[in-house]
């Protein structure tokens, strides 16, 4: 008869093959874009000829409680646009009464060049301001920058480039978190953040099944016609709203410029990072139980689909299984060939990690800035930390999923990746 340590070395065993496999697997999506030269091209391609313009542009700016050096940038920066033909429309609640009138004091200062929208939805998240917003978009394109994203002057221009293309529906721009400097869990962030534009997007795209972001995303507003906007039920509509044009047959095109990218801040706190990952936790096993992806022509995409919604709770998931199983392999007594299983997953951990210490190298020659000694030393010294906030950001999903709380809860932004200070006098010269 098996004791219990029997059963617990074979449990063991048998959980860690799969942590292998995933983890093999999230190594390989997070280096598809270096795999060849061919490919490492392909991610980096974009139109030669960006001057000619044949699109006109609305892009929203999603807000709620915001100060108004935040929203003041990013507005500035749409503004400065090199495209001639930009409308930048400011969403707002009807009952967040300080961003209104932040909001107004632009307008103010930049006369009949930014439109309000109010949202008169008491549900309080995104994507009902986003459906408010677009009722108001004149554009033939329609983009999404989040509050505190400062794009970069030629964006839309290349936008239009690309999408000059008749075949070409969407297109996911790039996103780069520059207040890495602002704490460890910042620093952590941004890495993410750059595996997933620079990688891990594109292989999702080339695989016809599209998770996409939230920020610097741009439709055809034609799209968003057909599939009825955004979901407002939905914590990620992002995601939810790239899962349904994928089974309608639209591809996404991913483009990536290091010169193009929307520089934005991430949580600095493991408090607002547990948050925000909870949030997106809920959103993708709320886009899980809808079941539009279960729609997609083969099964082929359909595993793709049900995988790259499960990985980011299978991922925390492993940072605890992993040091776990080290454990029982060490003080449960086991054979050597179930020992040595038990210790396999630590491989592509160690892995993963390394390839954290490059990518961390490659996002700092790509912003300028030279990569200090400290930072990869925080970078290996908190990994088993992320991961234990990972899993406990996923627990708490499960848990608030569970119990029906799928409350919106925001990001509070500061603007701590604003590099010119706003001059407040000007804003109220004008309000005055």
Request: charged share 15%.
């Amino acid at each position: 008869m098996f004791d219990f340590v029997t059963h617990l070395w074979i449990a063991n065993v048998a959980i860690s093959l799969p942590m292998v496999a995933f983890s093999l697997a999230n190594l390989y999506w997070s280096t598809y874009a270096w795999h060849s030269p061919v490919t490492h091209e392909e991610t980096t391609s974009s139109p030669a000829r960006n001057d000619v313009h044949q699109h006109t542009f609305s892009v929203i700016v999603p807000l709620r409680e915001e100060p108004i050096e935040v929203v003041g940038a990013t507005i500035a920066k749409i503004l400065a646009q090199t495209h001639p033909a930009v409308q930048p429309v400011c969403s707002v609640g009807y009952d967040d009464p300080d961003t209104l009138a932040v909001v107004r004091r632009l307008m103010d200062l930049y006369p009949g060049r930014i439109t309000l929208a109010v949202s008169q939805s008491d549900v309080r998240n995104k994507p009902t301001q986003l459906n408010a917003a677009l009722a108001a978009c004149t554009g033939d394109v329609v983009g999404i920058l989040d509050a505190e994203s400062l794009s970069a002057p030629g964006l839309l221009s290349q936008i239009d480039a690309t999408l000059q293309d008749p075949e070409i529906g969407v297109v996911q721009g790039g996103v780069m978190i520059v207040n890495h400097r602002a704490s460890w869990v910042a620093l952590r962030s941004s890495l993410e953040y750059y595996a997933n534009h620079r990688s891990k997007m594109h292989f999702a795209a080339a695989h016809h099944f599209m998770l996409m972001g939230g920020n610097t995303v741009f439709f055809r507003r034609s799209l968003l016609d057909e599939v009825g906007g955004w979901d407002p039920e939905m914590l990620t509509e992002d995601a939810e709203i790239g899962v349904r044009l994928s089974v309608l047959g639209h591809d996404v095109r991913v483009a990536y410029q290091p010169h193009l990218v929307s520089r934005e801040e991430a949580p600095t706190t493991i408090r607002s990072w547990v948050k925000q990952r909870t949030r997106w936790n809920l959103g993708f096993m709320q886009t899980i139980r809808k079941g539009v992806w279960r729609q997609l022509p083969t099964a082929g995409r359909r595993r793709f689909a049900r995988w790259l919604l499960w990985q980011p709770s299978i991922m925390a998931i492993s940072g605890v299984i992993i040091p776990l199983g080290v454990v029982v392999a060490l003080f449960a007594p086991s054979p050597l060939w179930a020992t040595m299983i038990a210790f396999l997953p630590a491989v592509p951990t160690v892995m993963l990690v390394v390839l954290d210490a490059t990518m961390l190298y490659l996002f700092g020659r790509e912003i300028g800035e030279k990569v200090r000694l400290i930072d990869y030393l925080l970078l290996v010294v908190t990994t088993p930390i992320y991961q234990l906030m990972s899993a406990y950001a996923a627990a708490r999903a499960a848990v608030k999923y569970l119990l029906g709380d799928l409350r919106w809860e925001k990001t509070a932004h500061t603007g701590s990746h604003i590099e010119d200070i706003i001059d407040l006098t000007v804003y109220d010269r004008v309000a005055s």
